[in-house]
């Protein structure tokens, strides 16, 4: 995955497994590795998780300890900022998965920033519009990811920080002041047939 990430050009990745950081934090460990792949060259790998609250998708960056399932989204987000972590909507708007909403009732959650553009997301442009008008009329930050479960799909959509940083803590403080800028596209239908078809055959 990291190889891949390094190939389409990135300067880095953020790894959110659903509801465990001990894929994040492997990946962490290899890249600061001192006989990690040279071909990394200086990849900055965030550690997160993706957490399942009983509103819907969360992500949590910078976040080295693991967060529960089931939470309540303001008890989620408060241990996120407990951990030092920054809190996203994961796809808040979203068809076949749980995003928290677009509601105002989220502006009220203590949130960071949006995922506006989620390359997985169904419609792709529906969702990408809906969440990034929603984030604009309420002067929230912006983000936007892969949601990679493929190699293939990496980098599809991605984040583009304004500022030049390599430390993870002033990357996350650009996020919070909205330095950020979405980019990228939805996944092709045969990336999305593939990822179906690894997922029901138990490839992750």
Same mark, same amino acid.
């Given at each position: 995955?990291?190889?891949?990430?390094?190939?389409?050009?990135?300067?880095?990745?953020?790894?959110?497994?659903?509801?465990?950081?001990?894929?994040?934090?492997?990946?962490? &460990?290899?890249?600061?590795?001192?006989?990690?792949?040279? #071909?990394?060259?200086?990849?900055?790998?965030?550690?997160?998780?993706?957490?399942?609250?009983?509103?819907?998708?969360?992500?949590?960056?910078?976040?080295?300890?693991?967060?529960?399932?089931?939470?309540?989204?303001?008890?989620?987000?408060? &241990?996120?900022?407990?951990?030092?972590?920054?809190?996203?909507?994961?796809?808040?708007?979203?068809?076949?998965?749980?995003?928290?909403?677009?509601?105002?009732?989220?502006?009220?959650?203590?949130?960071?920033?949006?995922?506006?553009?989620?390359?997985?997301?169904?419609?792709?442009?529906?969702?990408?519009?809906?969440? #990034?008008?929603?984030?604009?009329?309420?002067?929230?930050?912006?983000?936007?990811?892969?949601?990679?479960?493929?190699?293939?799909?990496?980098?599809?959509?991605?984040?583009?920080?304004?500022?030049?940083?390599?430390?993870?803590?002033?990357?996350?403080?650009?996020?919070?002041?909205?330095?950020?800028?979405?980019?990228? #596209?939805?996944?092709?239908?045969?990336? &999305?047939?593939?990822?179906?078809?690894?997922?029901?055959?138990?490839?992750?």
């Amino acid at each position: 995955m990291v190889i891949q990430a390094r190939m389409k050009g990135l300067n880095g990745i953020a790894v959110t497994d659903h509801d465990t950081i001990e894929g994040a934090m492997k990946i962490v &460990r290899m890249i600061e590795s001192p006989r990690g792949d040279n #071909r990394l060259g200086n990849l900055i790998a965030i550690p997160g998780i993706e957490v399942s609250t009983r509103q819907g998708h969360l992500l949590g960056l910078n976040v080295t300890m693991s967060i529960p399932r089931g939470l309540d989204v303001e008890e989620a987000i408060e &241990r996120i900022h407990d951990a030092g972590g920054v809190a996203v909507a994961a796809h808040p708007w979203i068809l076949f998965k749980r995003g928290i909403g677009l509601d105002s009732k989220i502006l009220s959650y203590g949130l960071d920033a949006i995922e506006v553009m989620n390359s997985s997301a169904f419609p792709f442009w529906l969702s990408a519009r809906k969440c #990034r008008e929603f984030a604009r009329r309420h002067n929230l930050p912006q983000t936007a990811g892969s949601d990679s479960h493929i190699p293939e799909t990496i980098g599809l959509a991605y984040t583009i920080i304004s500022e030049c940083e390599t430390k993870i803590e002033s990357l996350m403080e650009s996020i919070r002041k909205g330095l950020t800028k979405p980019a990228g #596209r939805g996944m092709p239908l045969s990336l &999305r047939v593939k990822r179906a078809l690894d997922a029901l055959r138990g490839v992750s």
